[in-house]
């Protein structure tokens, strides 16, 4: 797994953009009692549904493959010249 220079920042990024996008596809938004984990998870398994990224293989399915796979689908969806690219 190549990790980015940002990826803290890149997956803040990803998050953000998850939920706006799952809000817009009509789900209710996260309530405060929502781990990250389960967030990052959710995100993940919209996407895959969506076909907007490739499903992880069933025994990598973990948290920090998820994580790699939201800050992937997020770096592509930045222009190239994009701060956290950099």
Not at 5 to 16: I, N, R, Y
Not at 70 to 79: D, G, V
Request: aromatic content about 6%; proline content about 5%; some cysteine.
């Amino acid at each position: 797994m190549k990790h980015q220079k940002h990826e803290a920042q890149l997956l803040k990024l990803a998050m953000e953009i998850g939920v706006g996008y799952a809000k817009k596809r009509g789900f209710a938004d996260f309530g405060k009692g929502i781990s990250p984990k389960d967030k990052v998870e959710c995100i993940y398994r919209l996407l895959v549904t969506d076909k907007l990224i490739q499903p992880l293989a069933k025994d990598k399915e973990d948290g920090p493959n998820m994580k790699h796979k939201l800050i992937l689908w997020i770096s592509r969806q930045l222009p190239e010249d994009h701060e956290l690219l950099n």
